[in-house]
């Protein structure tokens, strides 16, 4: 169906690993660390070559080499290992040392940079757990009262003496507005990624929670079944008797009716026996290779065989991409139609389309639609709309589609009606394309 309100995803894919909060977070001290170098480097050569003060350079510019090679290393790491909060800690403690050799050959206590340790203290304040960030303070004011002990004072040249009060201030004044600027700057992207770790965590619970759901719920069919299979047994035999009757089998119109009961319960058999096996056999163990187009096929044609009553439109791709043709999509797909048949039992449509490398199955119905408050619930264990044709099962096909990578969205027809749409990414379920 075209127009109508947009569709509502109510699947969500799970984030990279990559993206965790120590990764996240290691990658924001690496940035800082190249700005320290930047700038540590920037404020060498001005005060060596334009201010003409002594300094030991080629020191200090070892020390940045090794600021560089950490750098360096740190971020190769990044691509193959995930980041623990230990060495979140020596590489703030790493930032430290570094600060504090460049301070001890620069004035120590007396630099007004040294105020630059503040930014170490506060970023551990944030990133470490609680003992690390005390640890990491400790460390930080040791350095400080050892630089007030022991360093190398600056050697001003004769024609600064008068302003070197003048130059402290000034200095000062620089570390303050370093240091609060990047404070903003790395505390709130830090912020962020905490803010996307906690989100991403009430996405895993939510996952969780459904997941709980769903197993209650098998559990409660599989159950079902087996206390089905008794009676359902019991009612074989007992039609089976009634044929063999003189009394009955002289009776052309009962004995047509028995027929159809026993094909009847031959039918609940089945389905029994579908549920008992889906509850003990793992995805993909039934599944056979396939083609799109007939895998489709004959998802269509025996769920028109069952409901031969409901009038059934299919348009379809021609597409003969190879398919792992999984029972779980099958159950899926047969769900949707067997909403859609029970709010419009006066016409169902399904359409299948390829959308880049994803196949799309929508099923549209003529019936009364989603409300807005189903629309904005959808697809949630806690749903229960029975009465309206769209209850439970959706929830379980969005659980199984989003088992399979993909996605399914939900929207109301402009006049009327509804259209459930599930997105399968070819990757991800077997599906490749033999033009490639």
């Known amino acids: 169906m075209v127009g109508g309100s947009p569709y509502l995803p109510f699947t969500v894919r799970p984030r990279e690993p990559d993206a965790a909060a120590g990764t996240a977070n290691m990658r924001q001290l690496i940035h800082l660390r190249w700005m320290a170098v930047a700038g540590q480097l920037v404020t060498i050569l001005f005060v060596n070559r334009v201010m003409g003060v002594q300094l030991p350079v080629a020191a200090m510019m070892g020390v940045l080499l090794m600021a560089v090679a950490i750098n360096l290393l740190s971020h190769f790491r990044l691509r193959f290992h995930r980041i623990t909060n230990t060495e979140l800690l020596f590489a703030l403690m790493f930032d430290v040392g570094t600060l504090t050799l460049q301070l001890f050959l620069a004035g120590g206590a007396t630099n007004p940079f040294i105020s630059l340790y503040l930014i170490q203290v506060v970023l551990g304040a944030v990133l470490l757990e609680t003992w690390s960030a005390w640890a990491l303070a400790g460390i930080t004011g040791i350095c400080f009262g050892l630089l007030s002990l022991h360093h190398r004072p600056l050697a001003f040249p004769p024609w600064l003496f008068g302003d070197i009060a003048g130059l402290h201030t000034l200095g000062n004044?620089?570390?303050?507005?370093?240091?609060?600027?990047?404070?903003?700057?790395?505390?709130?992207?830090?912020?962020?990624?905490?803010?996307?770790?906690?989100?991403?965590?009430?996405?895993?619970?939510?996952?969780?929670?459904?997941?709980?759901?769903?197993?209650?719920?098998?559990?409660?069919?599989?159950?079902?079944?087996?206390?089905?299979?008794?009676?359902?047994?019991?009612?074989?035999?007992?039609?089976?008797?009634?044929?063999?009757?003189?009394?009955?089998?002289?009776?052309?119109?009962?004995?047509g009716e028995i027929a159809e009961m026993q094909a009847e319960v031959q039918r609940c058999k089945a389905i029994v026996t579908r549920i008992l096996q889906s509850a003990g056999e793992p995805r993909g163990e039934a599944a056979e290779l396939s083609e799109v187009g007939r895998f489709i096929d004959a998802i269509v044609g025996e769920w028109r065989e069952a409901h031969a009553q409901v009038p059934f439109d299919y348009e379809r791709i021609e597409d003969d991409a190879p398919i792992v043709s999984d029972p779980a999509i099958k159950q899926a797909v047969w769900n949707v139609l067997d909403n859609a048949a029970e709010a419009s039992p006066h016409w169902v449509g399904l359409s299948v389309t390829r959308e880049g490398d994803t196949v799309a199955v929508r099923v549209s119905d003529r019936g009364p639609g989603f409300t807005s408050t189903t629309l904005a619930q959808v697809g949630r264990p806690q749903q229960s709309t029975k009465g309206e044709g769209h209850g439970v099962g959706l929830f379980l096909v969005s659980s199984v589609v989003r088992k399979l990578g993909g996605r399914v969205e939900a929207r109301n027809g402009p006049e009327g009606g509804a259209t459930v749409k599930l997105t399968l990414p070819l990757g991800m379920i077997g599906i490749t394309d033999r033009k490639k």
Request: hydrophobic share 50%.
């Open 173 to 255: 004044w620089l570390g303050f507005a370093i240091v609060a600027g990047l404070l903003i700057l790395f505390v709130t992207r830090i912020s962020e990624n905490l803010r996307q770790n906690a989100a991403r965590i009430a996405d895993f619970r939510q996952q969780a929670s459904e997941e709980e759901h769903i197993v209650r719920m098998g559990l409660l069919a599989s159950g079902a079944a087996h206390e089905l299979g008794t009676p359902l047994a019991s009612l074989s035999v007992i039609l089976s008797d009634w044929r063999r009757m003189p009394r009955l089998r002289d009776d052309t119109e009962l004995m």
